[in-house]
Nanobody
Framework: QVQLVESGGGLVQAGGSLRLSCAASGRTFSSYAMGWLRQAPGKEREFVAVISWRGGSTYYADSVKGRFTISRDNAKNTVYLQMNSLKPEDTAVYYC???????????????WGQGTQVTVSS
């Protein structure tokens, strides 16, 4: 059974930082792209960042470019999202997910974690 477990969410003031982690188990995802997506209250789920299976390629949504950094450790089957200069509009449930392709649309992701809440206060 595939499991993706996110951690690291919480409450932070605007301008602060958080680091999310996502541990994968049940199979090896070293040949898959891994991404972070988020869903704010009343909004559709949206793409945040993706990293290729070797980690050599990354891509970010314009709204987080320059503030968020995605990375992965295939030996640990773990992907990270370092979030700096957080803004209230970053408040959402953040999900990690796995895709066979380097995807920027939520529909392309096959496996999803349960999500972790990030709340940024002004």
């Amino acid at each position: 059974q595939v499991q993706l477990v996110e951690s690291g969410g919480g409450l932070v003031q605007a301008g602060g930082s958080l680091r999310l982690s996502c541990a994968a188990s049940g199979r090896t995802f070293s040949s898959y792209a891994m991404g972070w997506l988020r869903q704010a209250p009343g909004k559709e789920r949206e793409f945040v960042a993706v990293i290729s299976w070797r980690g050599g390629s990354t891509y970010y949504a314009d709204s987080v470019k320059g503030r968020f950094t995605i990375s992965r450790d295939n030996a640990k089957n773990t992907v990270y999202l370092q979030m700096n200069s957080l803004k209230p509009e970053d408040t959402a449930v953040y999900y990690c997910a796995v895709s066979r392709i380097f995807a920027v649309t939520p529909g392309a992701y096959e496996y999803w974690g349960q999500g972790t809440q990030v709340t940024v206060s002004s």
